[in-house]
């Protein structure tokens, strides 16, 4: 069965300092997608980046990195440079089945607090 | 362009009422799904509409219930309220499968149920 796993329930970051979210996801398919999401105090979930089963490269943007391991089932996220405004709920999600039905299965979440 | 819109922001119910919450997606997007979010469940996939059709439902008591409209909005309903009802109700849109940009499914601020 298609799960998530977010090892991390909360995690401290200096200011400016890069910090590395982790995720990892059991499939049976093939064709999958990964997301992050950052869900601030307010509750609307932001899209931050997405990663392709197919993808080779690690997907980036700006200041948000997908680290991918597909051997090794993992999908960390890293955001170099951390700002007081990272501090968020941040989640992983995982889409099967690219071509059809739009359904996001997400972890438990890790809570991100940057420290000035 | 506008992001999703849902409406109302926030809900105050008793048990054993109904409720309809309301979502406008991105102009252009055919594909809405919802998902409720608790403390304790986190997470979780309601349903999804593309084209007026649903395409998947999560694993939800037939009280949930949804549609979308040809104009690509979308209604869920909630009868017979229970405590455990209580969460944020997350719409999501996106593009159809095949369509550049298609794999980000953005979300809306959400409502905010509360059963009494």
């Known amino acids: 069965a298609q799960k998530i796993t977010q090892t991390q329930p909360g995690m401290f970051v200096q200011e400016k300092e890069a910090v590395t979210l982790d995720c990892t996801y059991d499939?049976?398919?093939?064709?999958?997608?990964l997301f992050w999401y950052k869900q601030p105090s307010s509750g609307e979930m932001i899209f931050l980046i997405y990663?392709?089963?197919?993808?080779?490269q690690n997907a980036t943007e700006g200041r948000y990195s997908l680290n991918f391991q597909k051997a090794r089932k993992s999908a960390n996220l890293v955001i170099s440079a951390s700002q007081l405004g990272d501090s968020a709920m941040y989640f992983c999600?995982?889409?099967?089945?690219?071509?059809?039905?739009?359904?996001?299965?997400f972890g438990s979440g890790t809570r991100l607090l940057v420290r000035p | 362009k506008a992001g999703v819109t849902q409406t109302p922001r926030y809900l105050i119910k008793t048990r054993g009422q109904q409720v309809t919450l309301s979502c406008s997606p991105i102009?252009?997007?055919?594909?809405v799904s919802w998902y409720q979010q608790t403390p304790g469940q986190g997470l979780q996939f309601l349903f999804e509409?593309?084209?007026?059709?649903?395409?998947n439902k999560g694993n939800f008591p037939g009280r949930f219930s949804g549609r979308q409209f040809s104009n690509s909005r979308s209604e869920m309903n909630v009868s017979t309220l229970e405590l455990g009802d209580s969460a944020l109700y997350l719409c999501?849109?996106?593009?159809?499968?095949?369509?550049?940009?298609?794999?980000?499914?953005?979300f809306g601020p959400g409502t905010r149920l509360t059963v009494l």
């Open positions: 999501a849109s996106s593009l159809e499968p095949g369509l550049a940009g298609y794999n980000e499914q953005f």
């Open positions: 499939t049976s398919d093939q064709s999958y997608g």
């Open positions: 990663q392709g089963s197919y993808d080779e």
């Open positions: 999600a995982m889409r099967e089945g690219m071509d059809s039905s739009y359904k996001l299965i």
């Open positions: 102009s252009g997007h055919r594909s």
């Open positions: 509409y593309f084209s007026e059709t649903q395409r």
